[in-house]
């Protein structure tokens, strides 16, 4: 069993940057791939950014290539999402999420077995 906590959501300026953090309980942490997504109101959940176990291979949505930037730190049991030049359509309850299971790209909701509360990122214009 795997618990998720993100932390580091807010209010920011379109431009500005925000840094979210997701801790995780046990002992298997660097077991698991990790994953972040983001849902916006009357929007499904989309796939964001994830990291592989190891964090030698990272993946990124095409909207936010370049701008964010996902890493983990397995002594600390906790991933990163290091947002910069943020714009409004950024805005959403981001997720974090941990799965066992080795994928290509990480980028399905249903391949996930935990997840986060969420934090919530709004970005004003």
């Known amino acids: 069993q795997v618990q998720l906590v993100e932390s580091g959501g807010g209010l920011v300026q379109a431009g500005g940057s925000l840094r979210l953090s997701c801790a995780a309980s046990?002992?298997?942490?660097?077991?698991?791939?990790m994953g972040w997504f983001r849902q916006a109101p009357g929007k499904e959940r989309e796939f964001v950014s994830a990291?592989?176990?190891?964090?030698?291979?990272?993946y990124y949505a095409d909207p936010v290539k370049g701008r964010f930037t996902i890493s983990r730190d397995n002594a600390k049991n906790t991933v990163y999402l290091q947002m910069n030049s943020l714009k409004p359509e950024d805005t959403a309850v981001y997720y974090c999420?941990?799965?066992?299971?080795?994928?290509?790209?990480?980028?399905?909701?249903?391949?996930?077995?935990?997840w986060g509360q969420g934090t919530q990122v709004t970005v004003s214009s």
């Open positions: 999420a941990a799965t066992r299971t080795r994928d290509l790209g990480y980028t399905r909701v249903g391949l996930y077995e935990y």
């Open positions: 046990g002992r298997t942490f660097s077991s698991y791939a």
């Open positions: 990291i592989s176990w190891s964090g030698g291979n990272t």
